[in-house]
């Protein structure tokens, strides 16, 4: 990508700086061929998906909202303060919340609390019922969806702190803070929670795995190292979230690398591949997945790295977070379309239109098909036939 940042330099850096997405600057809408998004191809379906159901959450998608799945429910949120609980086999809605701010991140849930955040950095806890439970404010900004668990909600700020919060109470019991790089991707970044422990990326091309309810840091693991002579070269962030199956964690950066920890040894690199990505990654018992910065999706090995196969056809057509499904592997991209790959060799088994524009949340698996928040604030539940 050096050439791009050689053209339109001064652009790029006006993204960073006002923290858009890479995806949402002036590259992709170059006059240069080379960031157009490619036309969509023709091919022989070989599977039907079918809107099991759809349902409407409030308006708006943003980089900050991504569904939460628990115990057969789905969690979901918009930008216009709109959040919802909906069964998963039925798309029927449980409850219904509207708060009276705009929101800029959402959502997290363990079941028992939901919690938002609204574009002035407070945080907002809904209870089992939906109803508001308590409101507390983060140091900064926050455009990551919060984690809930273990009787915490946990916060990653744009002033780099991981914050935790009494999922009770709202009071700030932890905060862990890293110093920060002079320039930083607001990309579509997720923390989780496993054992334990919150997995959050820091910028820089770092993850930190924390103690949920002590909030010291257990582990850290360096996804990629920053190269280059100028920040804008030297700008890596972790993107999507941290996957774990198995023994391995996996993540990936913008201008760094894919990185699978061996979580039995200790956490150590088990592989590592050079790549660049704006959205992360999905895992199944074969394969790692992930779009590159151009949107060519990639398939590598999960025990080695090694590249199994690239589909090229959706180049520059901004797309997801990829979801792992048990006969496909799917994306969604700039127009509201979602894309059905072989997970053997990637050639294209099937598309569908779900509507509302851009697809900006990750693509979620699930046992009833794969979940995705559309353009426009709705939930559409598809299922591959």
């Not at 029927?92 to 363990?110: E, H, P, T």
């Not at 996804?223 to 700008?235: F, M, N, Q, Y």
């Not at 199944?284 to 196969?309: R, S």
């Amino acid at each position: 990508m050096r050439v791009s940042f050689a053209k339109s330099l001064s652009r790029i850096a006006v993204c960073l700086i006002a923290s858009a997405t890479l995806a949402g600057c002036s590259l992709f809408g170059s006059k240069d061929d080379r960031y157009k998004p490619a036309p969509l191809a023709s091919f022989l379906p070989e599977a039907a998906p079918q809107s099991a159901w759809k349902t409407q959450i409030g308006s708006g998608s943003g980089i900050g909202f991504a569904p939460a799945i628990v115990d057969g429910a789905a969690y979901a949120a918009t930008p216009d303060g709109a959040v919802i609980k909906v069964d998963l086999q039925s798309g029927g809605i449980v409850w219904r919340a509207m708060v009276d701010k705009k929101l800029s991140a959402g959502v997290g849930s363990d079941g028992k609390v939901t919690a938002v955040v609204t574009r002035e950095g407070t945080v907002i806890a809904l209870d089992e019922a939906g109803q508001v439970k308590w409101r507390t404010q983060a140091t900064s900004d926050v455009s990551v969806p919060p984690v809930v668990g273990y009787g915490v909600v946990v916060v990653r700020s744009g002033d780099y702190r991981v914050q935790a919060f009494n999922a009770e109470t709202g009071d700030r019991i932890w905060n862990v803070q890293r110093p920060g790089p002079a320039l930083a991707l607001r990309a579509a970044a997720r923390m989780v929670m496993m054992e334990g422990l919150v997995i959050s990326a820091i910028p820089g091309g770092k993850l930190l795995g924390i103690n949920a309810v002590s909030g010291d840091v257990q582990w850290e693991g360096t996804v990629a190292i920053p190269k280059g002579s100028t920040d804008l070269e030297r700008v890596i962030d972790v993107v999507g979230a941290p996957v774990v199956l198995g023994q391995l964690m996996c993540a990936v950066s913008y201008q760094g690398r894919i990185v699978c920890f061996d979580i039995a040894a200790g956490g150590r690199p088990a592989w590592a591949k050079d790549f660049s990505s704006l959205v992360g990654l999905a895992l199944d018992n074969l394969h790692v997945y992930a779009p590159n910065q151009t949107d060519i999706v990639t398939a590598l090995n999960i025990q080695n790295g090694a590249v199994v196969w690239s589909q090229d056809a959706l180049k520059n057509r901004k797309l997801t977070s990829p979801a792992a499904l048990a006969a496909a592997v799917a994306v969604g991209d700039f127009e509201g379309f979602v894309h059905f790959m072989a997970k053997n060799d990637g050639h294209f088994l099937a598309r569908v239109s779900v509507g509302g524009g851009a697809i900006r949340s990750p693509l979620l698996a699930t046992p009833q098909g794969v979940l995705v928040q559309t353009g426009d604030g709705a939930l559409v539940m598809l299922a591959l036939k």
